[in-house]
Each structure stands twice: as structure tokens, then as C-alpha cells.
């Protein structure tokens, strides 16, 4: 086993450029939990996956105004990074990190410290608002203070239409531009390391077998298996705070968790 992760580290400390794709689980040790897991919000509430559905936003007013509050109280406001987060900066200043690909919309990378000119934010930031109608854009805090006042539903004051977080909706077109840069970073890395990311969701699922199949190995970080596992030329079941410190750090330690060679 110990074996297992010294080959994990040896493939990062010889890899040149090494693209990081990561998902809610790595969040959920600064207390954000994730949407999918055994404790996920749809998971233990299905119903609130319509507030995240571009359709149901759009349609019905009600769903606006319980995303409203889902924004207000969300716990993502005072979190803080956790050790995983500053670990990817590590990798970062020991200059192997060639892109950070997040499905996270939470902003903790750049946070900690990530470059943001490296951060890839696939789904988007719920740290800003953006209207539906003219595309004005704004920090998600001007809307949040409107319905601390009793706005259950703000309008954009430029044009009057459906204000959104500037956030990727279920039936949501991604940006273009990132999901290009994206694929890109995952053409060119020697190394793609999947941290908390069910890989179930595309098309960010989709940047594993596109780094297998252009000759890069492939190390899956996450506390449930995922369909990729198999794929994958290491499987690393440990919670990420405590394992992607001594995976990333330079002749790390070795974490007590379990890794599968594939």
C-alpha cells in the first residue's frame, strides 16, 4: 500500500504539467456539503435540485425565491479552504500545476491562494449575479442585501428582468471558452488528478478519458467509487484534506489510505 502512493507521488513529482479537475467533495471539509454523496442536498432532498434547473428558474417564481434563500444562508459564505484547497496551491508553487478545472462554484481555490488566471470555473461562481435579460453582472452580495430588506425575488435594476447566480443551471449551456480551455488543459497534462468529483456530470466527466486517451495517467481522489474507477491507473479512497497534502507535498509522508492500482 505504501507502495501504491510512493508511485502516486513519483508520477506528480515527474510530471511537467499536472491538470487538476475538482468537485464538491473537496469543499465539503470546510463544511459545504455536496450535492450527490450519501449526505448530499438533492440526495437527501430531491426537490431542491429545482432550484438549480434553468427551466424551473426561469418558470416559476417560487422556485426563485426559495434559490433566494438557499443563496442567503448558504454555508459557503464564511468557509473557509481547507487543507485540500492548499494543497493544490502547494502544487502550484512548486510549478506543476498546469490548470485547476473546478466544478465548485464556491470560490475557495482562489481563496487559498490558486492563481486565478489558472482556476478553469466550469459551472461558474455563485459570488456573482448576473440578469437573465441584458447580462449585467454584479457581486451576488448587492442582490443578497435586497433580500435581507424583503425582496424575495430581485429584478435587475437596469431592465427589470430574472436575476440569476452566475452559476452553470442544469440546461444551461456551459461557456464555450472555458469548456475549451478545459479540454485543452486535459489534451496536454501528464498527470490529471480527479479530486471529489462524483464524474458523473458532463461534460467535466468527460476531461478523464479525454486525458487517458492523450497519454496521461489518471489518479481519482474520492471518498465514493465513480464510473471511471476502472479507467483510472490509481484509485485513492481517503478524505481529501487528509490525503492531498502528503500525495502533493514534495516526498510526502504516507497517509494510512486505502489505493488501487488499476
Known amino acids: 500500500m505504501g507502495s501504491d502512493l510512493s508511485a502516486v507521488r513519483a508520477w506528480i513529482d515527474q510530471a511537467e504539467r499536472v491538470t487538476v479537475l475538482t468537485g464538491a467533495g473537496i469543499s465539503t471539509d470546510s463544511g459545504i456539503p455536496d ?14 435540485e429545482k432550484t438549480a434547473t434553468l427551466q424551473h428558474y426561469l418558470s416559476d417564481p417560487e422556485v426563485r425565491k426559495q434559490a433566494w ?17 492548499r494543497a493544490l496551491v502547494h502544487l502550484e508553487q512548486r510549478g506543476k500545476l498546469h490548470a485547476l478545472v473546478t466544478q465548485n462554484i464556491d470560490e475557495l481555490h482562489q481563496i487559498a491562494g490558486s492563481d486565478p ?31 435581507r430588506a424583503g425582496e424575495e425575488d430581485p429584478a435587475c435594476r437596469t431592465c427589470g428582468g430574472i ?24 489534451t496536454a497534462c501528464d498527470v490529471l488528478l480527479a479530486v471529489g468529483s462524483s464524474l458523473t456530470v458532463y461534460p ?8 487517458k486517451q492523450s497519454g496521461a495517467r489518471v489518479v481519482i481522489v474520492n471518498a465514493e467509487p465513480t464510473p471511471f474507477d476502472g479507467l483510472a491507473d490509481a484509485v485513492v479512497n481517503a478524505p481529501i484534506a487528509d490525503v492531498l497534502p502528503a500525495l502533493l507535498a514534495d516526498g510526502g509522508g504516507s497517509p494510512a489510505a486505502p489505493v488501487h492500482d488499476v
Open 163 to 186: 436575476l440569476k447566480s452566475a452559476t452553470i443551471s442544469f440546461g444551461q449551456n456551459l461557456n464555450q471558452a472555458d469548456l475549451m480551455r478545459a479540454e485543452a488543459a486535459a
Open 117 to 147: 488566471a489558472r482556476v478553469i470555473e466550469i459551472h461558474g461562481t455563485m459570488r456573482h449575479v448576473v440578469c437573465w435579460s441584458c447580462g449585467e453582472r454584479a457581486p451576488m452580495e448587492k442582490a443578497l442585501e435586497r433580500v
Open 35 to 48: 450535492f450527490r454523496g450519501p449526505q448530499g442536498v438533492w440526495t437527501k432532498n430531491p426537490a431542491a
Open 204 to 211: 467535466a466527466a468527460g476531461l478523464v478519458p479525454l486525458a
Open 69 to 85: 434563500q438557499n443563496r442567503l444562508h448558504s454555508p459557503a459564505w464564511t468557509a473557509q479552504p481547507n487543507a485540500g484547497h
